[in-house]
């Protein structure tokens, strides 16, 4: 996305990257137009995600009328603060912001923790663990909506939902059927895709699917 009239606003950003979708996501939901900058981070990284993030050398990158800021939930975060007009991701009180933040770094340490090990071992084990975190996220979600309640849509929601489209290849590889293991979940993430921000911002299962079988053979497990 690209406009005369973009904030001064920037992504660095990579289509398959779950981190950098949250930050497309929420970039939707506040309305702000942004200059969108593909890294081709499989093969040579460029000079300038390189100047901007030389600790991790990763996406996403925001960048704000020269402002650096990385890490995707820095980087909601910090749209929250710099954007006051716009419809924050985080409830006003302290309480409900530090509740969204410890299920943010849940989803952070849990879900992508777990998800990752679908490319990088030989021997997959995680289907047991992958069930009891999609069914404590299930138990958190309760009967909401959203994970935000009634602040309705909200940090954690963006932080969950760009793993949805990960749950055809638990099924693939590990036999976790989402709807069976996790219906209330399941049921949450078919109502995020109703909304454009979520339905533009996320690939399609059958890509993420692909992305992760080529990924598997290049590590020599296919």
């Known amino acids: ?18 981190f950098a979708q949250r930050c497309r996501i929420d970039l939707a939901e506040k ?4 200059e969108h900058v593909e890294e081709n981070i499989m093969a040579t990284k460029s000079d300038r995600l390189l100047r901007s ?9 925001l960048l704000h009328d020269g402002r650096i800021i990385i890490e995707s939930l820095v980087i909601l975060q910090y749209l929250d ?26 989803v952070d340490k849990k879900v992508h923790g777990c998800a990752s090990r679908l490319y990088r071992e030989q021997q997959l084990q995680a289907g047991a663990e992958m069930v009891e975190i999609l069914r404590t996220l299930e138990e958190e979600l309760g009967d909401k909506e959203f994970f935000g309640g009634e602040h309705g849509f909200g940090f954690v929601d963006v932080a969950l939902v760009p793993f949805t489209a990960w749950f055809a290849s638990f099924d693939k590889y590990w036999g976790v059927n989402v ?26 299962p059958e890509k993420v699917y692909d992305f992760i079988a080529v990924m598997r053979k290049d590590a020599g497990f296919e």
């Open 179 to 204: 709807v069976e293991a996790a219906p209330r979940l399941a049921a949450w993430a078919a109502r995020c895709m109703k909304r454009e921000s979520v339905s533009k911002s996320l690939y399609s």
């Open 31 to 34: 309305g702000l137009p942004y």
């Open 81 to 106: 603060e710099a954007f006051p007009d716009t419809r924050s991701l985080l409830p006003a009180d302290p309480s409900g912001r530090a509740h969204a933040r410890f299920w943010a770094d849940y």
């Open 53 to 61: 993030n030389p600790i991790y050398k990763q996406i996403p990158v």
């Open 1 to 18: 996305m690209a406009s005369e009239k973009n904030a001064g606003l920037v992504l660095l950003d990579f289509w398959m990257s779950s």
